[in-house]
């Protein structure tokens, strides 16, 4: 198993442009447009994507709102299943194990299950992850999927316009 400082950064930004496509193209589906994401400076290791503001917040007595909540925790599942889609292309000997991406969004995660209180913590993650899964190896969601993370990786940053072209273009919408 690679130590991560070991592995190039330009692997690591490629990891990271998945990972934030992985949330675009969740995001996308669920019809949560991005305004940006980007690959912060220097390196573009880390990442960040933004989505429009909701317009109103999340009641608890909303099963609306519930269901809204487990699309977020979908969407922010999305990262990391993106990230792994690119850490299991075949050849790819850099494999760093555990990763920490995946941090931040657990962190982001925690309003949105404290507004479920689910019983099974882990099950409702479970359930999001396999749901971002089965979106993003959809073969026009894995296309958009590699378009938006070469994008991310070349540009650094993208916006919604380039999203709704590209996935478009790809998924035929």
């Known amino acids: 198993m690679a ?14 442009a998945f990972h934030e496509a992985g949330h675009i193209v969740v995001g996308w589906e669920h019809q949560r447009h991005i305004t940006h994401a980007w690959l912060r400076p220097p390196h573009g290791i880390s990442g960040e994507t933004c989505f429009e503001p909701y317009k109103r917040g999340f ?22 299943c993106g990230e792994m889609i690119y850490w299991n292309e075949e050849g790819l000997k850099w494999y760093p194990g555990a990763i920490a991406s995946h941090e931040d969004d657990l962190r982001q995660m925690r309003p949105y299950i404290a507004l479920l209180p689910p019983q099974d913590e882990a099950a409702l993650r479970a359930r999001c992850a396999t749901a971002a899964t089965a979106i993003l190896y959809r073969p026009a969601m894995l296309a958009a999927q590699a378009a938006i993370a070469r994008r991310l990786f070349e540009r650094r940053r993208i916006d919604c316009d380039e999203v709704d072209e590209i996935i478009g273009r790809v998924a035929g919408r």
């Not at 130590?3 to 990271?16: G, K, S």
């Not at 609306?64 to 990262?79: H, N, Q």
């Open 3 to 16: 130590i991560l400082d070991d592995i190039p950064a330009e692997i690591r930004r490629a990891a990271c």
């Open 59 to 80: 009641r608890s007595d909303s099963p609306v709102d519930l269901r809204r909540a487990e699309i977020e925790i979908t969407i922010l599942s999305a990262g990391y």
